[in-house]
């Protein structure tokens, strides 16, 4: 398969910029392979969905991951973290007229980081103790927290604003060291998840820190020679417990978002059984590969020729999803991560 497979024409004018007045009120459009569509609301979502069917969420908290700085020539550099190691070190992506070397340093709001080493397209950066106390922080997570900007995708074409503190982070958020948030998840506020309870459908949670590699764009001609960024995996045996039981009970399983999705599928990859799973997942799911927990997928619209478009594409077909978000332009729905939902059954091979 070659990337340009995934590909369809996209106008700018469809790619949200700021969230609607509510969570809830984004719409939904529903697709049922091969070419049943149907145009719903994410508040119709509790009457759509089974008692005893199961919503997995990624509870993932974005940080305030970017900085702007400079080197020490003077010139400027922009950061964005992909994954904090520990107190003192953290894997960027730097953005600056001339990569910086190791053994240089940077400094971004009177914090001196070090460049360790460039990891292929990230950099290793590191803070002393003392560079951190004489900013009145004692890790580099602490810092972040203070002087960080929320990382608003690189579509957004907008500077961070104090509402998108609180809205691009779901009501959910607990477990902190995402650079991007499971926007799925932003479509649920707290009457949505009350009315959910109320018609007999679960929850549960899995956490999957969103790198910056998510916005990588596949620069491979096939598909099967792009490298999926490391990103940090949980899933605990709570979770295994709640999908055994609802697949038990005849319920479905239905992942919010593309990173509840690989949280899941990676937890399940070695013996095709979910079991409880902590550690680093690259796993990349395209057309011709199986699914082995999720039944179902609630998710946003995604760029052309990316990853996630391959990932629904593996679930529901390709010519299925590609037709679905043809007509979802021609319906003017909102794109990427404050635009619309998308509740996605898969083909037949996968019920």
């Known amino acids: 398969m070659q990337t340009s497979d995934f590909h369809f024409e996209l106008p700018d004018e469809l ?4 969230p609607l007045a509510a969570r809830s009120d984004s719409r939904m459009l529903t697709l049922q392979p091969p070419n049943t569509i149907a145009h719903n609301s994410v508040r119709d979502l509790p009457s759509l969905l089974k008692a005893g069917d199961l919503l997995v969420f990624n ?19 922009e950061l964005l973290v992909e994954r904090v190691l520990s107190a003192q070190e953290m894997l960027v992506k730097l953005k600056a007229s001339k990569s910086p070397k190791p053994g240089s340093t940077l400094e971004f709001n009177q914090l001196t980081l070090s460049v360790v080493e460039r990891q292929s397209d990230l950099f290793l950066l590191s803070a002393s103790e003392e560079a951190l106390a004489a900013v009145g922080a004692t890790s580099i997570a602490e810092w972040l927290d203070e002087h960080g900007e929320m990382p608003l995708p690189p579509y957004i074409l907008r500077t961070p604003d104090a509402a998108d503190s609180d809205r691009y982070q779901t009501v959910f958020a607990s477990e902190k060291g995402a650079v991007a948030a499971p926007t799925a998840g932003l479509h649920f506020d707290d009457a949505l998840l009350t009315a959910l309870t109320h018609h007999g459908i679960n929850s549960t949670t899995v956490t999957l820190h969103v790198g910056a590699g998510t916005y990588q764009p596949v620069r491979a001609a096939s598909i099967t020679d792009h490298e999926m960024h490391a990103e940090r995996v949980i899933v605990s045996k709570e979770t295994v417990d709640a999908v055994q039981r609802t697949k038990a009970s005849g319920g479905r399983v239905i992942a919010v978002g593309t990173t509840s999705v690989r949280s899941l599928e990676t937890a399940a990859l070695n013996t095709g059984e979910l079991q409880p799973y902590e550690g680093d997942t690259d796993i990349f799911l395209y057309p011709g590969k199986r699914f082995n927990v999720i039944d179902g997928l609630l998710t946003n619209f995604h760029l052309p020729e990316s990853t996630l478009l391959m990932l629904v594409s593996a679930l529901a077909g390709t010519q299925s999803v590609l037709n679905a978000y043809r007509i979802a332009v021609e319906e003017r729905y909102r794109f990427f991560s404050y635009g619309d939902a998308m509740l996605v059954w898969p083909k037949e091979s996968y019920t």
């Open 15 to 18: 790619i949200a910029q700021a």
């Open 59 to 77: 509870n993932t908290r974005v940080i305030p991951a970017r900085m702007f700085g400079q080197k020490s020539s003077g010139g400027k550099v």
